[in-house]
Nanobody, 122 residues
Framework: QLQLVESGGGLVQPGGSLRLSCAAH????????IGWFRQAPGKEREGVSC????????NYADSVKGRFTISRDNAKRTVYLQMNSLKPEDTAVYYC???????????????WGKGTLVTVSS
């Protein structure tokens, strides 16, 4: 069974950092672009970042550019989202998702994880 499992969420103060992980179970990530999406309370889900299957190309939402970094380790079947300088408006459930493509194009999604909650608050 193909699964994406997120981890690393939690409560952090404004200005702090967190690293999210997305682990693939039951399949190799070699042919999948992986994206991070988030959904804040009362808002629609939005794309945060996307990385191509090789890791050679990435893109970011304007709201997180310069603060978040996406990376991947295909041997470990894991994709990471390093989040620095966190702001209260980054509070959301963060989802990873896979799309069957080698390009850094993460929508539409083929597989979703169940999400991990990030809360930025003092």
């Amino acid at each position: 069974q193909l699964q994406l499992v997120e981890s690393g969420g939690g409560l952090v103060q404004p200005g702090g950092s967190l690293r999210l992980s997305c682990a693939a179970h039951g399949f190799s990530l070699d042919y999948y672009a992986i994206g991070w999406f988030r959904q804040a309370p009362g808002k629609e889900r939005e794309g945060v970042s996307c990385i191509s299957s090789s890791g050679g190309r990435t893109n970011y939402a304007d709201s997180v550019k310069g603060r978040f970094t996406i990376s991947r380790d295909n041997a470990k079947r894991t994709v990471y989202l390093q989040m620095n300088s966190l702001k209260p408006e980054d509070t959301a459930v963060y989802y990873c998702a896979a799309r069957t493509t080698v390009h850094a194009m993460c929508f539409p999604v083929d597989y979703w994880g169940k999400g991990t909650l990030v809360t930025v608050s003092s």
